[in-house]
T-cell receptor, first 114, second 115 residues
Framework: NAGVTQTPKFQVLKTGQSMTLQCAQD?????MSWYRQDPGMGLRLIHY???????DQGEVPNGYNVSRSTTEDFPLRLLSAAPSQTSVYFC?????????????FGSGTRLTVV | DQQVKQNSPSLSVQEGRISILNCDYT??????FLWYKKYPAEGPTFLIS?????DKNEDGRFTVFLNKSAKHLSLHIVPSQPGDSAVYFC??????????????FGQGTILTVHP
């Protein structure tokens, strides 16, 4: 049981480049989310999904797109990378109505934009 | 506007003693709270949660207390072990409606447990 798998683990981008951070879960969880972690700021929600075909914005959605075509996958797209998007990105998943059990997080993608 | 705050950036305790990590929130709509532990280069790991209908929840060495009137929660670890050394995040959510499951995190507290 792999849980939540994020790829790549590390990435360096040039300003203006685009890329997709991959996230896959094998627990048949309905809820999936993307967070970014910056020093001194905890984790902030970027985008959120409660099921295939349904997405919603979080606290810091600008510069990022998501889609959810399957239950398993929730990719995060950076449209035109900026140095302000240098961060550690975490994907998480949970069963519906599963706050009691918490979200399961992936191990993260460390992104540097130069 | 930081809706969830962990005002202590770090905490140092001796092995075997109690660790108390604190968290305050400002949004009265929050009614579910969670604690996560995070080691370097890993994702956060869920520890324990509490609903606003309770004021205490226990799981082994971990106990979370919720004081709704003060908008304050705390995590107690007894006894503390060196393996508990990590960053601890509290998080809050609304347990209903379209915001269900959207977590708002505090900044984290670095716990160091000395042997």
């Amino acid at each position: 049981n792999a849980g939540v798998t994020q790829t790549p683990k590390f990435q360096v981008l040039k300003t203006g480049q685009s890329m997709t951070l991959q996230c896959a879960q094998d627990m048949n969880h309905e809820y999936m989310s993307w967070y970014r972690q910056d020093p001194g700021m905890g984790l902030r929600l970027i985008h959120y999904s409660v099921g295939a075909g349904i997405t919603d914005q979080g606290e810091v959605p600008n510069g990022y797109n998501v889609s959810r075509s399957t239950t398993e996958d929730f990719p995060l797209r950076l449209l035109s990378a900026a140095p302000s998007q240098t961060s550690v990105y975490f994907c998480a998943s949970s069963r519906a109505q599963g706050l009691r059990y918490g979200y399961t997080f992936g191990s993260g993608t460390r992104l540097t934009v130069v | 506007d930081q809706q969830v705050k962990q005002n202590s950036p770090s905490l140092s305790v001796q092995e075997g003693r109690i660790s108390i990590l604190n968290c305050d929130y400002t949004n009265s709509m929050f009614d579910y709270f969670l604690w996560y532990k995070k080691y370097p280069a890993e994702g956060p790991t869920f520890l324990i949660s509490i609903s606003s209908i309770k004021d205490k929840n226990e799981d082994g060495r971990f106990t979370v207390f919720l004081n709704k009137s003060a908008k304050h929660l705390s995590l107690h670890i007894v006894p503390s072990q060196p393996g508990d050394s990590a960053v601890y995040f509290c998080a809050a959510s609304v347990a209903g409606g379209t915001s269900y499951g959207k977590l708002t995190f505090g900044q984290g507290t670095i716990l160091t447990v000395h042997p």
